[in-house]
Nanobody, 115 residues
Framework: QVQLVESGGGLVQPGGSLRLSCAAS????????MGWYRQAPGKQRELVAV???????NVADSVKGRFTISRDNAKNTVYLQMNSLKPEDTAVYFC?????????WGQGTQVTVSS
């Protein structure tokens, strides 16, 4: 069994910053990608950013230049540094990992951007 545990969500004012972390544990096989998706109320889940084991990244246009994804392979952990946050970034953020024998999701962490 694989667990993805997220942390770092919360309430922040527009223009503020947050850093999300997601640590994978359990029966971890080869990790291909780790990344973040988000889902706002009434909307579909969408990709935010993903990083491969080799360090290649894919970042959504809506957050490019504001969000940075990074990964610590030794700790099986992925980070999302979110700067210049906007109210439209409000959503539940889910950690995702694609491994050799499956795809896994975290439980989600709420990010609310509001004054």
């Amino acid at each position: 069994q694989v667990q993805l545990v997220e942390s770092g969500g919360g309430l922040v004012q527009p223009g503020g910053s947050l850093r999300l972390s997601c640590a994978a544990s359990g029966s971890i096989t080869s990790i291909f990608t780790m990344g973040w998706y988000r889902q706002a109320p009434g909307k579909q889940r969408e990709l935010v950013a993903v990083v491969t084991s080799g360090g290649n990244t894919n970042v959504a246009d809506s957050v490019k230049g504001r969000f940075t994804i990074s990964r610590d392979n030794a700790k099986n952990t992925v980070y999302l540094q979110m700067n210049s946050l906007k109210p439209e970034d409000t959503a539940v953020y889910f950690c995702n990992s694609k491994m050799l024998f499956g795809e896994y999701w975290g439980q989600g962490t709420q990010v609310t951007v509001s004054s």
